[in-house]
């Protein structure tokens, strides 16, 4: 069984940042890939970051330039830092995790909300 917990949402002005964590445990195999996926109200759960056990990582279109996704083995934990932030960012963010021998199960978080208001 994985447990993920998000922390670090909030409100924040347009142009801010915060730095969103996710601390996972509880899992005897390995997490081989972990992202961050967010939720505005009325619209669809759509992908923010990803990265790959070997590093890589994938950014949305909309957010490549100002958030950085990475992941600290040694705490079990995956961030996000946010930068520039825009209202548009605002939704509730999620951390995930997949976890190949498992059949590529997904493990969800459940969420923090981030808020872009001036």
């Known amino acids: 069984q994985v447990q993920l917990v998000e922390s670090g949402g909030g409100l924040v002005q347009p142009g801010g940042s915060l730095r969103l964590s996710c601390a996972y445990s509880g899992s005897i195999f390995t997490i081989n890939t972990m992202g961050w996926y967010r939720q505005a109200p009325g619209k669809e759960r759509e992908l923010v970051a990803t990265?790959?056990?070997?590093?890589?990582?994938n950014y949305a279109d909309a957010v490549k330039g100002r958030f950085t996704i990475s992941r600290l083995y040694t705490m079990n934990t995956v961030y996000l830092q946010m930068n520039s932030l825009k209202p548009e960012d605002t939704a509730v963010y999620y951390c995930n995790g997949i976890v190949n021998a498992l059949g590529r199960r997904d493990f969800w978080g459940r969420g923090t909300q981030v808020t872009v208001s001036s």
């Open positions: 990265i790959a056990g070997g590093g890589t990582t």
